[in-house]
């Protein structure tokens, strides 16, 4: 796909127009209304897709959970396997559109691997997330970031207090959760372990605050996000901070995301999974099987 329409997307999706302006400019793209159109499907998420681990897989047990933070009521979903016992935690950190289906699905991911995972509706400071897409992604930039942090920063302490939990707590996001995860690790001495994919940066004078070890992931065609990359490498380097960090070729931002075939990239999606996995099980424990 032409890489001038992927842009726009990028450009859509990240609040710089709105859906009249984006189908406009499409258009002209594309040449016609009719084509533009016909590349819609290809752009967009498809929550119409099966979820890689189905809401009601019977090897996991999940729950609608909420938790204080000084701002307000956070809503979530919590899932882990069904034999109990005590699990290291990974918090799902969503996109610019809430806690959507998608999300919930990547919670299982975790689940199904052994750990408890809890994935926070962070637009429950402006009212919850909206079932439509296109209502959520209006509604996140009404949500206050430095609030956002701070609502995290107290799921970290929630969670190292479940019952159970190994006390082990790691977070991962994708874009907008991406940034939430760099900034939640410079704001919480607590959480233990990062895994930020294509997420914009913390400025280098908040490196030093950094305690948890963190894995980034990058896409090879993300402009927005990647210009900042290596002021933070040498930031994360200078501070003596335990990070890894990967580029991914020939991949576009939002390469995780399997509801968007435009840009998602099933090798790269793999190679980074796995990762994200065996880092997570170095950070913070081996889960225990079943």
Same mark, same amino acid.
């Given at each position: 796909?032409?890489?001038?329409?992927?842009?726009?997307?990028?450009?859509?999706?990240?609040?710089?127009?709105?859906?009249?302006?984006?189908?406009?400019?499409?258009?002209?793209?594309?040449?016609?209304?009719?084509?533009?159109?016909?590349?819609?499907?290809?752009?967009?998420?498809?929550?119409?897709?099966?979820?890689?681990?189905?809401?009601?897989?019977?090897?996991?047990?999940?729950?609608?959970?909420?938790?204080?933070?000084?701002?307000?009521?956070?809503?979530?979903?919590?899932?882990?396997?069904?034999?109990?016992?005590?699990?290291?935690?990974?918090?799902?950190?969503?996109?610019?559109?809430?806690?959507?289906?998608?999300?919930?699905?990547?919670?299982?991911?975790?689940?199904?691997?052994?750990?408890?995972?809890?994935?926070?509706?962070?637009?429950?400071?402006?009212?919850?997330?909206?079932?439509?897409?296109?209502? *959520?992604?209006? #509604?996140?930039?009404?949500?206050?970031? $430095? &609030?956002? =942090?701070? /609502?995290? %920063?107290? +799921?970290?302490?929630?969670?190292?207090?479940?019952?159970?939990?190994?006390?082990?707590?790691?977070?991962?996001?994708?874009?907008?959760?991406?940034?939430?995860?760099?900034?939640?690790?410079?704001?919480?001495?607590?959480?233990?372990?990062?895994?930020?994919?294509?997420?914009?940066?913390?400025?280098?004078?908040?490196?030093?605050?950094?305690? *948890?070890?963190? #894995?980034?992931?990058?896409?090879?065609? $993300? &402009?927005? =996000?990647? /210009?900042? %990359?290596? +002021?933070?490498?040498?930031?994360?380097?200078?501070?003596?901070?335990?990070?890894?960090?990967?580029?991914?070729?020939?991949?576009?931002?939002?390469?995780?995301?399997?509801?968007?075939?435009?840009?998602?990239?099933?090798?790269?999606?793999?190679?980074?999974?796995?990762?994200?996995?065996?880092?997570?099980?170095?950070?913070?424990?081996?889960?225990?099987?079943?």
């Amino acid at each position: 796909m032409d890489q001038k329409i992927i842009d726009l997307y990028d450009n859509f999706t990240h609040g710089g127009m709105n859906r009249r302006q984006f189908l406009d400019r499409l258009s002209e793209i594309a040449g016609s209304t009719a084509a533009a159109v016909a590349l819609l499907p290809l752009l967009q998420n498809d929550y119409a897709q099966a979820a890689i681990i189905a809401a009601d897989d019977p090897r996991l047990v999940s729950e609608r959970v909420a938790y204080d933070s000084p701002k307000a009521k956070i809503n979530g979903y919590l899932v882990r396997p069904k034999s109990k016992g005590r699990r290291p935690v990974v918090i799902v950190i969503h996109e610019n559109r809430g806690l959507n289906a998608h999300l919930e699905d990547v919670a299982r991911r975790f689940a199904a691997e052994g750990f408890l995972a809890y994935a926070p509706d962070l637009l429950s400071l402006v009212g919850g997330t909206p079932a439509d897409e296109d209502a *959520a992604r209006d #509604l996140h930039p009404k949500m206050n970031q $430095d &609030d956002a =942090v701070t /609502a995290l %920063v107290s +799921a970290v302490s929630f969670l190292k207090q479940h019952p159970e939990s190994t006390g082990k707590v790691g977070a991962v996001g994708f874009c907008f959760g991406g940034l939430m995860v760099n900034r939640l690790a410079a704001s919480s001495p607590d959480l233990d372990a990062g895994v930020a994919y294509y997420g914009r940066q913390v400025p280098a004078a908040q490196v030093p605050n950094i305690k *948890a070890a963190l #894995l980034l992931h990058y896409a090879e065609t $993300d &402009d927005g =996000v990647n /210009a900042t %990359v290596p +002021a933070y490498e040498a930031a994360l380097k200078a501070n003596n901070k335990k990070f890894t960090m990967h580029t991914y070729p020939g991949t576009q931002h939002a390469f995780n995301n399997d509801l968007g075939s435009a840009r998602y990239n099933k090798a790269a999606a793999d190679l980074a999974w796995s990762r994200t996995l065996a880092f997570f099980k170095e950070t913070l424990g081996a889960p225990p099987s079943g």
